[in-house]
């Protein structure tokens, strides 16, 4: 079975600051990893995903997750807050060909003037 | 340009009626999804479709109900056995349910409101 953990409901950030959204992952197999941006009252939108070509992926809007099995972790960065990057942000699992997408309960994230 | 289109964008029901989310997308993608949103609670998974005229129950699909007749169209109907149907609707879709790696298009959500 796969699942999603995301750390922290809410994160609040100063624009300039470094983002950083932590996820974890539980997989039996070798799995797809996969982050998502919302803004209100809208649908998803795929920033990036990791499908093992390499374990730094990079995004858009100057996202990136690095994925590092020995501590299960898919963390999402960015080195520079922007106003527009206040959003909700969901990672989500799949393990292999088999079952749906997991996601995780979402991180809402503010930004700061 | 190809996409997924929900609609409406909000839809009130009132007590006891049944109400019908549409979803249709022009990608040409077998598998089709449809998720419950709520606050704090993520993304839940209702129903799901691989392929036209088939289709399974997710995680929450009580008193939930859809049907695929045509590879481009995922309908959901919101019953009046659904105890709590206030919440924001998703629809999305992929090529093909056994490749993960394109991940999902996602429509732009029906937020239901019981009156």
């Known amino acids: 079975a796969q699942s999603v953990t995301q750390l922290g409901s809410h994160v609040s950030v100063s624009e300039g600051a470094l983002v950083l959204l932590r996820c974890n992952y539980s997989?039996?197999?070798?799995?797809?990893l996969f982050w998502y941006v919302q803004y209100p009252n809208q649908g998803l939108q795929l920033l990036l995903k990791y499908t093992s070509a390499a374990t730094l992926v990079k995004g858009i809007n100057g996202f990136e997750a690095e994925f590092k099995k020995s501590e299960t972790s898919f963390h999402l960065t960015k080195p520079s807050a922007h106003m527009s990057d206040a959003a909700e942000y969901f990672c989500a699992v799949r393990g292999g060909s088999q079952g749906n997408l997991i996601f995780g309960k979402g991180t809402k994230l503010s930004v700061k003037p | 340009d190809g996409g997924i289109t929900q609609s409406p964008k909000y839809l009130f029901r009132k007590e006891g009626q049944n109400v019908t989310l549409s979803c249709e997308q022009n990608l040409n993608h077998d598998a089709m999804y449809w998720y419950r949103q709520d606050p704090g609670q993520g993304l839940r998974l209702i129903y799901y479709s691989q392929i036209v005229n088939d289709f399974q129950k997710g995680d929450i699909a009580e008193g939930y109900s859809v049907s695929r007749e045509k590879k481009e169209s995922f309908p959901l109907t919101v019953t009046s056995a659904q105890k709590n149907p206030t919440a924001f609707y998703l629809c999305a879709s992929s090529i093909d349910f056994g490749d993960p790696l394109p991940g999902y298009t996602f429509g732009s959500g029906t937020r239901l409101t019981v009156v």
């Open positions: 997989s039996s197999v070798p799995p797809y």
